[in-house]
């Protein structure tokens, strides 16, 4: 069977999912394809979900342009969207005089695209700020402004709200090859064949892969680094209490260090372990993997006990474009194939990204007729947690089920997953990352069975046939070996 | 939060397990006492519903089955007075200031509630560590599960969750988990021990490895888990020899290394011992803040379910004497700290006025502490600043079993109630 559509979308993390919001305003076709068995599970899941106020990037880049966009419609999206936001504020930790002209360098810059309330402070600011950071930092860039996202969130209120308005979602439907015809392309997948007369690569990690099967491709998605990044116990979320971090090369993030408050009040350690990854699919959590980021977090903060909180860890390869910016143009072939490879700071830009790509479609011939019925608001999950007594007493006098706790570490309710499934989740990671349900102190291992149960009944199928996370990962193997 | 109108006890218990229970039960020989107990599974009983072996021992004087022991307590308190509220989970605990209750907000499918209650026993439990907090490598597959999630899948779903399991651990539990996975069907390819020594008791682990065949892996630690969608199998190393050998499984059983259930205390005043990872108590059981009580495994992770229940019928004796003389004045406590290997002595808080002569140590080993690791011969001192005040020695430490001190042999006049009294392992002799 063969689809037909005027744009096909390939990927579905934060840039694939905000073009496929930006195209569902107008009067077209879209289709997007992501080969997981949910959105936002590559290099998306992977992001510390930081707003940045854009300091760290140099004038002249796409990608210090777009930041600059994306602040001015910023407060629009978190309202249409319903997305949570906290300005947490940044701390540049400068250890020595060369480090101190970096933090001046991107005073300057950041100063130029108008960033507010930028300052350089001494020891005894850092000292009044981060009572907890390393004190033989000389000096630290302040960023009052730096914000965070409740990660995770952004790319399912692009999602959501992109099918909403007529874009069709194909999960697990992985590209296999792509035939450029004379006006359009037919588009090869592990499930049904796809004629498409615009194609837009957001496949994140695999972008140059997607490239190479349309022929010839001009640009480099490498991962240079493996990055990694350590989540521990609400009962030390509060060592730090703004984002610290440490120097950096804003092209390559090779060493980058950072230690900060999750949204969620969990303690973030994050590190880029500077040595070649194994393969594009290397998300193994070696051991060395927890020293180095334990040392490159004592490096920001000493004297904390980090390793005995820790309550979890992820590892994997960090997508970086050559020269370190945006990449979002038409293929060097074909003038209907976008290519789009995003990294650092994606998220922050996510918002303009899709409109950026829905003017270089438009040079291309797209017609972009504005939709009257398109609705840009969407919802986000009731969450007991984030609701006052007086809501708490509505939502379960509506639905009981949000009397029902089934994470107890992080207190979800029932109501609140069946309301995941009913959105889309379809595994463990999807309802856990709509929900938090198993995010906490003791990671699934109480609530795990029940959330299986739930899935299972909501979706209809049986119990052994729920995964973790989509192909294979079944919660317990029944048949197979 | 804001209260409509909030309901008024005298005792809440926190936790319908065996410690719960059973300090419901003595709280009910007090008919004037308004008791509540509180519960968030849909039944009561606690950790034995999943689990199958000798059960009631030591409380009640007769051996049961895991769900059988679970019903017999559930059935006695069913018959006493005391409120019991299932399927029902407290979501904070506000304590009261001097003299005034404390507040609990309660949520369940009827709504939320408050309850405002002169004492609070929180018999919360604990549960086991994930992989990722024992800093257990590799990728993160489906398959890799703790003891109770095991024993849920197959004692309370009735479900086959894999074919091979690795055992990681070996304190008492994983002998547990091997009974689950047998009793599943699962065949175990391995227990994994990174010390030389086993954390249980030698003996009927061995019976089972001999009974069910399969090897025990001493002094080797799980290098990395394999597979990308579900377990494929694990790549262990020996110390000895640094020999790094793969075996094919679908299923990590991680198992011990318990950890209080403590989050309720979490944005509370009430003092945490980083060491246990649940409250600090004094020697009558009572938190820093007056009035609220702890018991069984919310104090440290874990100990067997019969000396749980032992000590909320003790709790809930403290808390009638307290009940009944209004508040009894506690002498000036003396804090008391434990140094790695050790893992934690409780009660945290000594009043040396209140130790009493060894009479029930045998039955009920407290205050008492625990090693992190099984440990032969070790030399224990206490100290108080640069004073010792104790030292003795011991055959040998199970590292899941709890140990009586002799603090009635201390030399408490020498001690420096500022510092306080640290514990600390000698250095074995060479």
Known sequence: ?481 | MANESSVPVDVAIVGGGPAGISAGLELSKLSTLNVALFERDEELGGIPRSCHIFFGMRDRKRMYTGPAYARELEGVIRKTSVQIHTGTTVLNIVPGGPGEAHRLDVLSPKGLKSYESRFILLATGCFESSRQARRIPGTRPAGIFTTGTLQQLVNLRHLRPGKRALIFGSEHVALSSILTLRRAGVSIIGMVEEYPELQTYTYPADAMRRFFGFPIYKETSLRTILGNERVEGVELVSRKGEKVFRLDCDMVIITGKFRPESSLIDNTPIEFDSSTSGPTVSMDLMVSVPNIYAAGNVLRGADMHDLCALEGKIAARNIIRNWKCNGAGVGQPIFIRAERPIRYIVPQRISPSKIRKRLFYKLFPWPAIQVERTLKNPAIEAWSGNKKIWGGSFRRLIANNRYPLPVEKFDWRRVDSEQGVTLRIKPAKP
Not at chain 1, 122 to 131: A, D, H, M
Not at chain 1, 349 to 364: M, N, W, Y
């Open chain 1, 1 to 481: 069977m063969s689809k037909k559509t005027d744009v096909l979308i390939i990927g579905g993390g934060v840039a694939g999912t905000s073009i496929a919001r930006e195209l569902s305003r107008y009067e077209v076709d879209a289709i997007l394809v992501e080969k997981e068995a949910d959105v936002g599970w590559g290099q998306t899941k992977a992001s510390w979900a930081i707003c940045h106020p854009g300091a760290r990037w140099a004038p002249g880049t796409l990608a210090q342009k777009l930041i600059g966009e994306s602040h001015q419609i910023l407060d629009q999206i978190i309202d249409e969207l319903d997305i949570k936001f906290k300005r947490l504020g940044e701390l540049i930790l400068a250890f020595n005089e060369e480090d101190l002209g970096c933090l001046k360098i991107m005073k300057k810059q950041g100063e130029r695209i108008k960033v507010e309330r930028l300052e350089i402070i001494g020891k005894t600011e850092i000292k009044r700020l981060e009572p907890n950071a390393n004190s033989s930092a000389i000096a630290a860039l302040y960023m009052p402004t730096a914000g965070q996202f409740n990660p995770h969130e952004l790319v399912f209120a692009f999602y959501e709200n992109a099918r909403d308005n007529g874009v069709d979602m194909l999960l697990c439907t992985e590209v296999t090859g792509i035939i450029p015809e004379k006006d359009k392309f037919i588009v090869e997948t592990n499930r049904d064949e796809i004629q498409a007369a615009y194609i837009v690569n957001a496949a994140g990690l695999f972008a140059e892969e997607v490239a190479k099967m349309a022929g010839g491709v001009d640009f480099k998605v490498t991962h240079p680094t493996k990055t990694s990044c350590l989540i521990l116990d609400k009962c030390i979320g509060d060592v730090v209490g703004h984002i610290v971090t440490g120097m950096v090369d804003p092209n390559k993030f090779t060493s980058f260090k950072l230690v900060m408050p999750t949204f969620d009040k969990n303690l973030l350690l994050y590190t880029s372990i500077p040595e070649p990854t194994k393969g594009i699919n290397d998300r193994a959590v070696e051991n060395r993997i927890f020293d180095l980021t334990l040392e490159s977090a004592r490096l920001l903060v000493p004297d904390i006990d980090f390793e005995r909180y820790i309550i979890t860890s992820f590892s994997g390869p960090a997508a970086r474009t050559e020269h370190g910016d945006f990449i979002i143009k038409a293929h060097e072939k074909h003038p209907t194939f976008i290519n789009v490879a995003i990294p650092p700071p994606g998220i922050t830009c996510s918002s303009v990204i899709g409109k950026r790509v829905a003017e270089i479609l438009q040079k291309a011939g797209l017609s972009l007729i504005e939709k009257s019925n398109f609705n840009p608001y969407r919802k986000g999950i009731k969450s007991l947690q984030r609701s006052s007594p007086m809501q708490i007493r509505e939502l379960v006098r509506q639905d009981p089920r949000y009397g029902r706790i089934v994470c107890h570490c992080e207190k979800v309710t029932e109501g609140e997953i069946v309301e995941a499934i009913n959105r889309g989740a379809t595994t463990l990671d999807g309802v856990k990352f709509r929900t938090r349900a198993g995010m906490g102190r003791c990671q699934t291992n109480y609530c795990g069975p029940e959330v299986t149960g739930i899935l299972a009944r909501e979706l209809g199928q049986p119990f052994d046939s729920i995964t973790k996370k989509g192909r294979g990962s079944n919660y317990i193997n029944h048949k197979g070996s």
